[in-house]
């Protein structure tokens, strides 16, 4: 028999209305409230116990109200977490996801709650938890009940999970990598066919919308600029000490250049996998050009140079991870008090 | 034109004192192999040694993948690279020794090489777990420098391919497939009423590691140009090892392409299989617009209804990927992608680098940035310790027990951009 902790608020708890929203959290062996009508359809799981929490006091006490989940997964040591349903409810949908966020998170339990599309604490947290698609009100809690019930059921006895489509839960938008029945060639001819002649057909990839990058406004005196040289061309020291990857790079290096006019074959080389490095290991300069940004310096085009390479591998890397990059690399030059960067790829 | 293969199902490989086929065992003499791989000056030592489906084999790293093939009459396979003279690829008969192939290894050139298992979970991932490899395990004389490196050991891959080839010309026990393919006024006549389908082949033009070769002549020197499904099985397109292992179009997937299968299997049914453009993905953004203008043109030109575009890498070319999805939608031709992406370990991040909101019929071949935990085998044909240094590997991919955490792109045609593989992914 699986273990369920199930969390409620004091209306759904059974305690009251509103007058009783600062009521603070406590524990109750079994189901209570509305955990009831789910209890009857759970097939090899049992709630265990019933968190109360009233929605006031959770949304201004929320590091207090986790504290006493933290205790009672601890005491209960559930194998699933089921919150809610909060439907359409601001308060009490941002406890349910924030509740089953820190279980799921920090205990790997699956936690299951239910939200209405426009709850906003969908699209807060349907990366954290299964938040299934739900109605506006209590009033679908017929609908709700087989639904959640049916998915907590999957969970409880290692059914394989359908899309989240097939099980009615909001994406969380993780990409799974599962083997299909056909290959790539077969599905791209049958959709290709299936295009043509109008029909309707689903793309495995939905395309995203990507945040257009405005460049930043010229600098007024070059010659008073401080400017700091990065690359993602994987030019790192010769030897490669901090074992950069030559794809998907998980970090980005710092190597001092002080004293140096250049970077020089047989101290610096390319790890990069993506282009052909013979080039840029006879001159790294050639990826990253230490050498020209030091001859404009002396000839007083540039005010200084930044006597830094901030390095990484661009190469299978994530969107995630180079945004990630980029803010750790300009947090470090604007401490630097650097005005500009030469950033180059490959 | 007219292309007879005559494929040969081998079943099992062996050494022996000569090379012949008996009952579908391929019997390789290692010897008659050597001395041809030496004839190259360059090769300092070459030697052999042999992988089946389901053996506890891991070979690594691996740089290209050939399947044995050869020309009875009607010219020569793999035309354009050993001799002055050449003749038109696709046409006459050729024998194909399927289910084997010529896999070759050794010291690394770039970081590009890849990872093949036989069995475990590993051989899920990829159809070259499904074949028997004769593995050539070859190094380079110390002054040859890495492009020659690269050379050597491709040529080396071909030459031993195409005479294992020549062993099925005694072989009885063979199954035809005829291939036709006609002018473009014939086609049209020949099924007025179905779409017409061009087929846009990407393949990598970047330098070391990076290169195709077109009857020898590599791809970076070439513009956009129509070629035939024939001569690719011929062996018209080779390999330069290029891109990472997981996306890698080896010699095999040129040979077997998938796409080019699948369009055959429906040609004269639902569609008409018109032609196939091939389209070098450059470095710079001014060669991708200029192959973009000229690949969309010529598939205007064959009067295309829809289009299939393969992908080959993934990075810079998803940007050609995307601008000719684009063009070829925006003249109405309805277009069909291939690619992977690179959604992050967790799968949390945008897949692609780049896109445009006319690719709204994608085809995923997974996400090459999830990870897999390989066990150890019994057996290593090459070197582990170059894990290390390739796509998808990393200092920490050997475990202390022999076990390999590895990125998908780590594992040879894992996530084939010519959908030669069952991978994909979901979101969820």
Redesign the interface.
């Known amino acids: 028999m699986k273990k369920i902790l199930f969390y409620t608020n004091q209306f759904f708890g059974q305690i009251g209305g509103e007058e009783k929203a600062y009521t603070e959290p406590f524990v109750e062996e079994g189901p209570r409230g509305n955990a009831n009508a789910f209890a009857p359809k759970l097939e090899g799981g049992e709630i265990v116990a019933t968190i109360v929490c009233g929605d006031n006091y959770f949304v201004e006490n929320v590091d207090k109200c986790l504290e006493f989940v933290k205790k009672q997964v601890e005491e209960y040591k559930p194998d699933i977490l089921m919150a809610g349903p909060a439907f359409n409810a601001g308060r009490f949908g941002i406890a349910c996801c924030e509740v089953c966020k820190y279980v799921q998170t920090n205990y790997k339990i699956p936690c299951v709650t239910g939200l209405y599309w426009e709850n906003p604490g969908v699209e807060m947290y349907k990366a954290d938890c299964y938040i299934m698609e739900v109605g506006k009100s209590a009033a679908t809690i017929r609908k709700a009940i087989p639904l959640i019930t049916g998915f907590v059921n999957k969970l409880i006895s290692g059914e394989k999970l359908g899309t989240p489509k097939q099980e009615h839960y909001y994406p969380k938008g993780q990409r799974v990598n599962v083997f299909h029945e056909k290959n790539g060639a077969e599905r791209a001819v049958e959709m290709l066919v299936k295009k043509l002649k109008g029909e309707e057909y689903e793309t495995e990839l939905e395309i995203s919308v990507y945040e257009k990058v405005n460049p930043a406004p010229p600098l007024k005196d070059l010659s008073k600029a401080k400017i700091a040289l990065c690359t993602s061309g994987g030019i790192v020291p010769f030897g490669n000490p901090d074992h950069m990857f030559a794809a998907t790079a998980k970090f980005w290096k710092k190597y001092s250049l002080e004293g140096k006019d250049s970077l020089n074959e047989g101290e610096f080389e390319s790890v990069h996998a993506g282009y052909d490095p013979v080039y840029a290991n006879e001159d790294p300069n050639r990826v990253a050009p230490y050498n020209t940004l030091k001859e404009l310096e002396k000839e007083g085009v540039i005010g200084s140079v930044y006597p830094y390479l901030l390095t990484t591998t661009g190469n299978s890397t994530s969107v995630a991870d180079a945004t990630r990059f980029g803010q750790e690399m300009a947090q470090d030059l604007l401490a630097a008090g650097v005005d500009g960067v030469i950033l180059t790829s490959t | 034109m007219k292309l007879e293969l005559r494929k040969i199902a081998i079943k099992d490989v062996c050494f022996d004192k000569e090379c012949k086929i008996v009952d579908g065992c391929l019997h390789v003499d290692p010897a008659k192999l050597e001395d041809l791989v030496l004839e190259d000056s360059r090769v300092k030592s070459v030697s052999f040694d042999l992988a089946r489906p389901g053996e506890s084999v891991r070979i690594v790293p691996v740089k290209d993948v050939i399947e044995p093939r050869a020309k009875l009459e009607g010219g020569e396979t793999f035309p354009g690279l050993f001799r002055e003279d050449m003749q038109e690829a696709g046409e006459g008969i050729t024998y194909a020794l399927s289910g084997c192939a010529v896999t070759t290894t050794g010291p690394i050139v ?3 090489e890849g990872v093949i298992d036989m069995s475990g979970p590993g051989a ?1 991932y990829t159809v070259y777990s499904q074949i028997n490899h004769v593995v050539m395990i070859i190094e380079k004389q110390d002054y040859v ?3 020659d490196h690269e050379a050597v050991v491709r040529l080396a891959g071909i030459k031993v391919a195409r005479f294992l080839g020549t062993v099925g010309f005694d072989c009885e026990d063979y199954e035809s497939e005829v291939y036709e393919w006609k002018s473009i006024g014939e086609k049209y006549a020949e099924y007025p009423g179905l ?1 017409k ?1 061009v087929y846009v082949y990407n393949c990598m033009a ?5 290169d195709t070769y077109f009857y020898g002549r590599d791809a970076k020197v070439m513009v956009p140009t129509m070629i035939t499904p024939l001569e690719v099985m011929d062996g018209a397109l080779v390999s330069g090892n290029c ?2 292992p997981g996306s890698k179009t080896t010699t095999y997937m040129h040979q077997n392409n ?2 080019i ?3 055959f ?2 040609h004269g049914k ?2 008409n299989f018109v032609g196939i453009v091939l389209n070098p993905l450059m ?1 710079t953004l001014k060669e991708k617009f200029r192959d973009r203008m000229l690949t969309v043109r010529q598939v205007k030109m064959l009067g295309a ?4 575009i ?1 992908q080959e ?3 810079n070319p998803t940007t050609d990927l995307m601008i000719v999805c684009q063009e070829l939608e925006q003249n109405g031709i ?1 277009t ?4 992977n ?13 780049d ?3 006319e ?12 990870t897999v935990m390989l066990p150890a085998m019994e057996k290593t044909i090459g070197n582990i310790k170059e894990v ?8 920490n991919s050997i475990q202390e027990d022999g076990r390999l955490l590895l ?3 780590g594992i040879m045609g894992s996530h ?13």
Request: with cysteine; charged share 20%; glycine share 14%.
């Open positions: 770039g970081f590009q899920e420098d890495q492009h779409p389908v970047q330098g070391l590691l990076h891109v990472s998938a796409v299968k699948e369009l299997k429906i639902e569609i470095t209804d829809g289009a299939i393969s890498g993934f990075g309805k069909v992608l291939i690619s992406e690179d959604a992050g370990v967790d799968g949390m991040s945008e897949p692609l680098p896109s445009v909101q690719a709204n019929a994608i085809v995923s071949t997974g996400n090459s940035n999830a290390e240094r390739v796509c998808g590997g990393n200092v990125e998908i792109h084939n951009l010519q959908g030669n593989t069952k991978l994909g992914a979901v979101t969820i």
